[in-house]
């Protein structure tokens, strides 16, 4: 369990140093950790709708501040390239997030192209039957997601580097409320990247 709690302590640390720059970046993060813990409390209410909050607030929010506002140039912070950072992260990269929100964007025109999904499924009639099967269909992105993931770290490495990833996946929203509450009052101040001090001493 010690060396499980480390390795989740590395990735957190790794994830927040090299890709958590930007304010705005982390501002939204926060937005996305608190919808994503209305979205947990909701899963045991309504999964449809629970994935559909994740998937339209949570994570538009989350990537949008990794797409749009991160920088992507050579990190003095770390001393790293983007082209290093992206080869040796853990979770998903640019490449694999664009993959993933591709197919998320693409799941609601297939329903509504073909609602029974070739048979697969009882076809919605109803716009609030429709919104159903987007979001179930949403719900088993992500879980697949997850999975496929966990799966792919441990033929590339190991079983427990996936493990300790999903885990990290799973309570990032509570981890990141904490880390990155204050990130609005900086934006407030005209602070536009974390300086990270840190960072640079370790």
């Not at 640390?13 to 720059?21: A, F, I, P, V």
């Not at 496929?148 to 309570?171: N, P, S, Y």
Request: glycine share 6%; aromatic share 12%; with cysteine.
């Amino acid at each position: 369990m010690k060396g499980f709690l480390q390795e989740l302590a590395v990735q957190r640390w790794d994830d927040h140093r090299y890709y958590h720059h930007s304010r705005i970046n982390q501002t939204l993060h926060l937005l996305s950790a608190l919808s994503f813990v209305a979205a947990y409390g909701l899963l045991f209410v309504d999964p449809a709708w629970e994935a559909i909050l994740a998937w339209c607030v949570s994570m538009t929010s989350r990537q949008a501040g990794h797409f749009f506002f991160e920088p992507r140039g050579y990190d003095h912070v770390n001393q790293a390239t983007d082209e290093h950072k992206e080869a040796i992260k853990v979770g998903y990269n640019i490449r694999r997030k664009v993959v993933l929100m591709s197919a998320w964007a693409g799941i609601p025109l297939v329903l509504w192209m073909q609602p029974s999904v070739f048979g697969l499924i009882e076809p919605a009639v109803t716009l609030g039957e429709y919104l159903h099967d987007v979001g179930i269909a949403w719900l088993a992105l992500g879980v697949s997601g997850l999975v496929f993931r966990v799966l792919q770290l441990w033929h590339q490495q190991d079983l427990h580097t996936g493990l300790v990833w999903m885990t990290k996946i799973l309570t990032d929203p509570f981890h990141d409320i904490w880390l990155y509450h204050r990130a609005p009052l900086h934006l407030l101040r005209g602070e536009l990247i974390d300086p990270m001090p840190h960072a640079r001493h370790r």
